[in-house]
């Protein structure tokens, strides 16, 4: 029979181990469904449901405040530990929830990732997208969000359920930058990214721009003059540091370019703030691939015009340089950056005459996945 309240050194060390108790109910009401710090469900938005499958909403409470949804699919039943991915998303402010009946190439593609890679599967919301709560996703730098992504990241290995040493991260578009920035140096089985490259941030903007000249239709003879415009100005931008309008108040000379950069403006560029772009720029994603002690399998589209070929292969040409066999490197034919499929490259830039249908690259994802997580 028990005393309440206990006295002397038996009352010291039930305190001691309330304080333990609480502090580990606190941690789990911020990461596990149903804790006091849960987001509710905005309205109009049906949760997802998979045969076989358990759907969990949960909240990331971040260091800094934000309050994240996490949707957290796995096989029903599992009674054991099971094998997880952790998906990292794209630039744009989307929402990685899906519709019921999937149309666009992403949601098909995370569809069949969901439902076959029989793992449990980690989405993180972007703080102000979607059910999250924090700043608005157009206003998020590089650096925090990263940052959100590897506090997921701690949240999925401390998750009773799953297997610390079977943990797969896959990194698409933007998210295959932050993917080796988040294993690197960790326990991770292995290393997947779409649509992404391990060359700079300035670089990359760069061949964007030369592919999206060509694919316009510019004259031939008017690409190297405005190429050269554009290097200058990109170098000022991204890795000076300045607003594209005081580029142009300092440099008259480049005003035509900005005009030209697609998904530049006044504030930002492709939707999120200078400040993001200044950040990128700053990392060394090859030197974080070397870090990566796992396979790493990078995959990209045959006529993704937002990545260049070479910068991909070269993720796997990092991987084999620690381990030979360990970095793979594929082409997907006739498929765009959205996991459409076109005829041409043209037409993918034109976005014209595309059938959304992400099974060639799924199929070469998945059994590589099964592989690293068996």
């Given at each position: ?205 760069l061949a964007f721009d030369r592919r999206a ?18 290097a200058e100005f990109q170098f000022l931008y ?21 005009g030209s950069v697609i998904g530049l403006d ?109």
């Amino acid at each position: 029979m028990h005393k309440w309240p206990p006295s002397g050194r038996k009352r010291a060390r039930m305190g001691r181990l309330l304080l333990v108790f609480g502090a580990l109910a606190f941690v789990s009401a911020l990461l596990t469904p149903g804790g006091a710090a849960e987001l509710p469900r905005g309205a109009n938005r049906p949760n997802e449901s998979y045969p076989g499958l358990e759907v969990e909403y949960g909240t990331l409470q971040t260091p800094t405040g934000a309050q994240l949804r996490t949707i957290v699919t796995h096989p029903e039943a599992a009674g054991k530990r099971l094998p997880a991915i952790q998906f990292v998303q794209w630039l744009s402010c989307d929402t990685v929830e899906l519709p019921p009946e999937p149309r666009d190439g992403w949601s098909k593609m995370l569809r069949r990732l969901i439902t076959e890679s029989h793992a449990l599967v980690l989405r993180t919301e972007k703080s102000g997208v979607g059910d999250s709560r924090g700043p608005d996703c157009g206003a998020l730098d590089y650096e925090t969000e990263l940052a959100h992504h590897r506090f997921a990241f701690e949240q999925l290995r401390a998750r009773a359920d799953v297997d610390p040493q079977r943990i797969v991260v896959f990194g698409a578009s933007m998210g295959s930058t932050m993917a080796p920035l988040i294993a690197r140096h960790q326990p991770v089985r292995g290393v997947a990214t779409w649509g992404g490259g391990a060359r700079t941030w300035y670089e990359r903007q760069l061949a964007f721009d030369r592919r999206a000249m060509e694919l316009s239709g510019r004259p031939a003879h008017e690409i190297a003059p405005a190429m050269l415009a554009h290097a200058e100005f990109q170098f000022l931008y991204l890795v000076q540091g300045i607003t594209p309008a005081e580029v142009v108040r300092r440099r008259p000379d480049l005003a035509a370019v900005p005009g030209s950069v697609i998904g530049l403006d006044a504030s930002g560029q492709y939707g999120r703030p200078f400040a993001f772009h200044w950040q990128a720029a700053k990392q060394n994603w090859a030197a974080a691939w070397v870090d990566v002690d796992a396979p790493v399998l990078a995959l990209l589209g045959e006529y993704d015009w937002f990545e260049e070929p070479r910068s991909a292969e070269l993720i796997a040409r990092i991987a084999n340089r620690r381990a030979p066999g360990q970095g793979r490197f594929e082409l997907i034919p006739r498929m765009d950056h959205n996991f459409v499929l076109f005829p041409n490259a043209e037409a993918a830039f034109r976005d014209q005459g595309g059938t959304p249908n992400p099974d060639a690259a799924i199929d070469v994802l998945l059994p590589w996945l099964r592989e690293r997580l068996q």
